[in-house]
């Protein structure tokens, strides 16, 4: 089936304009989770959506960033007023929720190809 | 908290000799592990994963790795590397609740050399 799959690829934007990533995770997965990978800060969590539970936001950076997922499925990231340390490539993963019985499957977070985000 | 530090951040190695990449964790819960590998202008594929049973884990494209708990450490090996394993590799924690969130070392890049 389809995997995890984000858009745009390439974004380039002017320091102090707003973006917004999308992700679309695998069908049937119910977690969803960002993540930034930077040439400072190598792979960082961001936010992971878990069902219908309240968002771990401890990942976020500055209230700049925010995140939503709507109807279970597709996310989407915003970052407000861009600076240009918010350079980085954005990474979605998508899994099963625990207490699904999918055996092996368990814990696996599957990766999308990322947004690649440069900040002028 | 969870933190990972994997020793080396780049380790050239000749075609078809073995590679070992390093990777030590610090929790005060139990955590489950990964190795992820990126190839060049991809996302993240998991290669393995230690959830719990036998130490040794072996995963996709010869690689496997042993968990040592009394060291804390997950050390990815491979007997025989070709050229098409050049990428980067992560290896990553996570606690033992399914689904949570995915804390990363530095990355270990591997040049592999003809």
């Known amino acids: 089936g389809a995997g995890v799959s984000q858009s745009p690829s390439n974004k380039v934007t002017e320091k102090g304009k707003d973006v917004e990533l999308r992700c679309d995770p695998i069908s049937g997965h119910t977690a969803l989770y960002w993540y930034r990978q930077s040439l400072g800060q190598g792979l960082e969590f961001l936010i992971y959506f878990q069902g219908n539970s309240a968002p771990d936001k401890s990942g976020l950076p500055s209230d700049r960033f925010s995140a939503e997922r709507t109807g279970g499925s597709v996310s989407t990231l915003t970052i407000q007023r861009t600076q240009q340390e918010d350079s980085a490539v954005y990474l979605c993963?998508?899994?099963?929720?625990?207490?699904?019985?999918?055996?092996?499957?368990?814990?696996?977070?599957?990766f999308g190809p990322g947004t690649r985000l440069t900040v002028l | 908290a969870q933190s990972v530090t994997q020793l080396d951040s780049q380790v050239p190695v000749f075609e078809e000799a073995p590679v070992e990449l390093r990777c030590n964790y610090s929790?005060?819960?139990?955590?489950?592990l990964f190795w992820y590998v990126q190839y060049p202008n991809q996302g993240l594929q998991l290669l393995l994963k230690y959830l719990s049973g036998s130490t040794l884990v072996k995963g996709i494209n010869g690689f496997e790795a042993e968990f040592n708990k009394s060291q804390t450490s997950f050390h990815l090996r491979k007997p025989s590397v070709h050229i098409s394993d050049t990428a980067e590799y992560f290896c990553a924690v996570s606690k033992v609740a399914a689904g949570n969130k995915l804390t990363f070392g530095g990355g270990t890049r591997v040049l592999v050399k003809p």
């Open positions: 929790s005060s819960v139990s955590v489950y």
């Open positions: 993963a998508s899994s099963f929720l625990p207490g699904t019985a999918f055996g092996t499957l368990q814990n696996e977070q599957f």
